[in-house]
């Protein structure tokens, strides 16, 4: 294997990108030209900080690698070449190159000419209830899934093809939610550092495998998932999109072809555009990607219009398919309107509502005037509104605590007194290094929204997903008090639903 200078190369990261959509590859290749949400993005910048703190935590658990991954693409390629001569060996970031492919495999194990492949992710994983198949169908991928098994495939496939005569079994490495830390402090062993703008993980000195503890990673071995996909024998049930349709093989060779040739691929136009990384409004020089591939199908003046799939939780494929891409193109007889909901707007008369606005060129907001003062009416002053804080990390802070175990560390609580006034009463928050706060999170709370019968407001949905969660870590505790939290957080919980009193968990 060798790398040549100015040689173009499908990476691992390319071929991701092209396979959600062949366009993406020319957008991504051309950073310079077109704008990219996804690179701006605080959100994914912090899952991707957890990611390398499990990649580092991978790394404990496979003491005799030999870490390349400060080697350059070339030199790595060359030192891979090396190691590989030895009969045993354990390699982290290996590169492997076939014809214009290339691959650095997380972690990789070689016995013999037997090779286990290593792809590690900071995606949690449920052996309870996570699975890669539909029940029904054991030969249709789940989409959640979908991207992590091709890209494990694309490493197998390169790998293969660049190591003759080995047999690859690949294991996509997930965080356990199954286990919890047995050991104090885990997380602060892998330390977040930003090293002239890129992220590191600074691994605490005296850490190895015996002072992390039991394992908080789990390896899954998916090499039948890989073979349905490398063999094209994955079902693809409804989705009718031709890109999705091209065999494995096919994939790989129009997005190299597309990248040799700097060529534009014909983007798939479909419902996942909503969400494209590339749709923008950037300043120029910079470019929207979104909306030149839309102009393709349409006068260049539309495609800053909103489209069918702006529509709120409405099926656009179908409309799609049928070259009805705009919302303001929607009609009253696209809509079930006659049934009549039970509180409010039903979902197809809102649905229609934003499309009539759209094709009126409307901003104003819609109140539902009589259903709002019915619900005022049941409303107990002083009223109470409810903010959370919490944080979910892949590796645990505390000893006992799961992967991805929701932890509430702060709340504020405002009143709204009868007479109109508004005061900031109480606030909770718990910075402390190594302390689990739920259960005086909890108590602080209850502390504060006891004292009247007042209505409480939450911010979101959120809150009672956290309040739930708590009362499943107070049962599995040992605090003294926790029957009294339970029984005060079930009856926060509970609420009036349709005359009837309703559990909402
Ligand atoms: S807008 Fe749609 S077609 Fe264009 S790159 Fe994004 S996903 Fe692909």
Redesign the pocket.
Known sequence: MSTETNKKYLTKSLFNVGH??P??LF?QVHKDLYQNNKLENPFLSALAEGGFQVGALAKIYHPEGIDLSDFSTKDSVVQTDELLKQDNVTIFEPTFVYENLLVRIDILRKVGSHIELFEVKAKSFDSRKDQFFYKRNNLCIMSDWGKYLYDVAFQVYVCKKSLPGFTVIPFLTLVNKNTFSTVEALNQKFLIKNDYGRTRILVVSGTNQSTVGDKVLTNIDVSREVGLIIENKVDLMKKTNEWDRLPFESKISQLTQGLLNDQKLT???DG??KK?E??CNPAPPLKS??NE??SEKMSVNNVNEQFVFDIWNFRSESFIKFGRFLAKELREDDFDLNSVGDNGLTQHQRQWLQASKIKEKENSKYIDISGLFKEIAIWKYPLHFIDFETSRVAIPFTIGRRPYEQIAFQFSHHIVNKDGTIEHVDEYINAESGVFPNFDFVRSLKKALELDSGTIFRFHNHENTVLCEIIKQLEFSSETDKDSLIDWIKKLLIRKMNGKVSEQW
Request: charged share 35%; aromatic share 24%; glycine share 6%.
């Open positions: 959600e959509c366009r993406k957008y983007p798939r136009l996942k555009c494209c590339f749709r990607g979104f591939c839309w």
